[in-house]
């Protein structure tokens, strides 16, 4: 006779939600954008993250089972665990503290931002003691990929389904991220795994990995391309260490080496694409190194403050001072650069050298970790994606799905280092992770669904017309909620946590982290949206309907300068026109 299956109870179910939390936001946060806001791209993912984070908080209870002891210990999470507490001192001390602390309007990058991506590392720790939740973790990230590759070679093949407003003459396809640098370093990280996934598993992934490649090409973004020169040049060295012989192996990495240097340091031996793209004289190359110059100058000045920095988010208010004119001229354009495009110069002005030695000393702990893995593949897989990471780094600008992709290649490599439970996964499981990429992908479409469903409001007043815009931002937390379910679902099947415990605790903390959610994450969501509305409105020089939705938007985000930049320019617009001509007053 058959046996029944055992149904989950709610204490298994939320100590396995963190880590369901984490495998859905890996799986839906690379495609996640929302068309109903006004900065549609990386700040919607920064606070669905930081909505994640809120969710996934029981893991900071599951951290002290005797089973994750031991890897807490590991130098990764010790030099981890220092970063952030060196971020925290700068948050503290930091020359603008609100933007430090929550991150500024166009990111969210502050150290909330960081604590987000830190419980979400810890909550992948509990999933890598075993090999299914280390098959969770690679697959979730890779099947997130997909959508993204294929978004940005529709893009390029100009068959985009959404019509930008206005793009340029210069503008690039950044396929669901709307950056073609922030695309390309996220595809560095995931298509070692996708190879790895290859070999191991089935073929089919090859498919995944064509996609991948094709679009890292498509972004044509330098440091994506360096990144997974790095990434093959790892994984090439690791298998020559392993299979040929010494001598055949260094002379192999010297003529590598000599190659590099030649083609960097020698202009007349490149090709002529490859001469364009490097002409330190001309283009984006000159801004980077203008940048890079800059950025370094306020380093120098910084006094006391190179030890721990001026705070997340301080070097848009830091680079009016020594901002180079050239900049203006290459780019065509008056914005401050808001990062060096070099991540050890963003953290040198992030948390000072303290700050910057912690973040390297991360990189590499990782690096040496992953050389120590007994499984070659693994060991190939995981040293080329994060050698990708670091170099991409030094030329891009991390993004939020970059950073949790990482921590996720982090928690991989801690989990590999002790001894590995095995156990296996219900199929269904890899089904919610599907769902949670799915839903990633259709969140454009989601979050234009209410203004398909209802015609515009044409009378009423202006609370009337508040309850309208917040039914047309109705999307978001529908989405939110969305992605909650799926998690409790990956929860429910997946299996992989230990014995429940302090089941009372963690319901009231999900209760809790579901409230702050809607507060901290769903509330400046809903007031972007409302700025969008009114942007949309003055386009149509609807001035009294595009002042009540800015209105709206910097009563909900008082502490947001461009919802008040916004309120005051539609109200003078708006005075302008309906006041009478000048000659009939005098």
């Known amino acids: 006779m058959a046996r029944k299956p055992v149904r989950p109870s709610l204490g298994t179910v939320l100590e396995a939600l963190p880590l369901g939390v984490a495998l859905t936001l890996l799986a839906a946060l690379p495609s996640y954008f929302n068309l109903a806001t006004d900065q549609i791209f990386e700040e919607e993912k920064s606070l669905l993250l930081r909505a994640g984070a809120l969710m996934a908080l029981p893991a900071l209870v599951a951290l002290w089972r005797a089973d994750l002891r031991r890897l807490v210990k590991h130098p990764i999470v010790a030099l981890c665990a220092g970063l952030m507490f060196v971020l925290t001192i700068a948050t503290i001390f930091a020359i603008v503290p609100r933007e430090a602390l929550s991150g500024a309007h166009l990111r969210r990058h502050g150290l909330v931002m960081w604590i987000a991506v830190a419980v979400l590392f810890v909550a992948m720790l509990s999933g890598s003691r075993t090999t299914a939740g280390r098959d969770l973790i690679v697959r979730a990230l890779i099947v997130g990929a997909a959508w993204p590759s294929a978004y940005l070679l529709l893009q390029r093949g100009g068959l985009d389904p959404f019509q930008w407003i206005a793009p340029g003459e210069g503008f690039k396809a950044g396929g669901s991220f709307g950056n073609h640098v922030m695309l390309g370093g996220y595809l560095a990280v995931a298509i070692p795994l996708t190879a790895l996934e290859a070999y191991r598993s089935s073929r089919i992934w090859i498919v995944l990995l064509v996609l991948e490649v094709a679009a890292i090409i498509a972004t044509a973004s330098r440091g994506a391309l360096l990144a997974m020169a790095a990434a093959l040049a790892t994984a090439g060295a690791i298998l020559l260490w392993r299979c040929a012989p010494r001598r055949v192996g260094a002379a192999v990495v010297a003529a590598t080496a000599l190659g590099a240097v030649l083609l960097v340091g020698v202009p007349e031996l490149r ?11 001309a283009g984006s190359a000159r801004v980077r190194i203008l940048i890079w110059q800059d950025t370094i100058d306020i380093v120098r000045h910084s006094g006391a403050r190179m030890l721990f920095g001026h705070g997340p988010e301080s070097l848009a208010s830091l680079f009016p001072g020594h901002y180079s004119p050239e900049i203006g001229y290459w780019e065509q354009i008056d914005a401050m650069p808001d990062r060096a495009h ?3 110069l963003d953290m040198l002005v992030w948390a000072g ?11 590499a702990a990782a690096f040496l970790a992953a050389l120590r893995i007994d499984d070659i593949a693994t060991r190939c897989a995981l040293s080329a994606a994060v050698a990708a990471h670091v170099v991409e780094l030094q030329f891009g600008i991390a993004s939020v799905t970059t950073r949790l992709c990482f921590f996720a290649v982090a928690a991989l490599i801690v989990g590999a280092s002790g001894p590995v439970r095995e156990e296996r996964i219900p199929r269904h499981a890899y089904m919610w992770v599907v769902i949670a990429a799915a839903i990633g992908a259709a969140s454009p479409w989601l979050s234009m669904l209410p203004s398909f469903l209802d015609n515009p409001i ?9 309850a309208y815009l917040r039914y047309l931002s109705s999307s978001v937390p529908i989405l939110y909620g969305a992605f909650l379910l799926i998690a409790i679902g990956m929860a429910r099947t997946s299996r992989i946590a230990g014995p429940a415990s302090a089941t009372a605790f963690r319901l009231a903390m999900l209760v809790a982290g579901v409230w702050a959610a809607a507060v901290w994450c769903i509330g400046p969501s809903r007031a972007d949206a409302f700025a969008a509305a009114g942007r949309s409105y003055e386009r149509d020089q609807r ?9 709206a938007a910097a009563r909900e985000q008082p502490s947001v300068v461009e919802y008040q930049s916004n309120l005051g320019r539609t109200l003078v617009q708006w005075a302008m026109q309906s006041a009478p001509p000048m000659r009939e007053q005098l």
Do not use: M
């Open 342 to 344: 070099n991540e050890v």
């Open 458 to 466: 044409s009378s009423g007043g202006e609370a009337e017309f508040i």
């Open 271 to 281: 090709p002529a694409i490859v001469e364009r793209q490097l002409d330190p004289r």
């Open 353 to 363: 050298g303290i700050g910057a030695l912690f973040e390297l000393g991360l990189f």
């Open 543 to 551: 001035w009294p309907e595009a002042t009540a939705a800015h209105r």
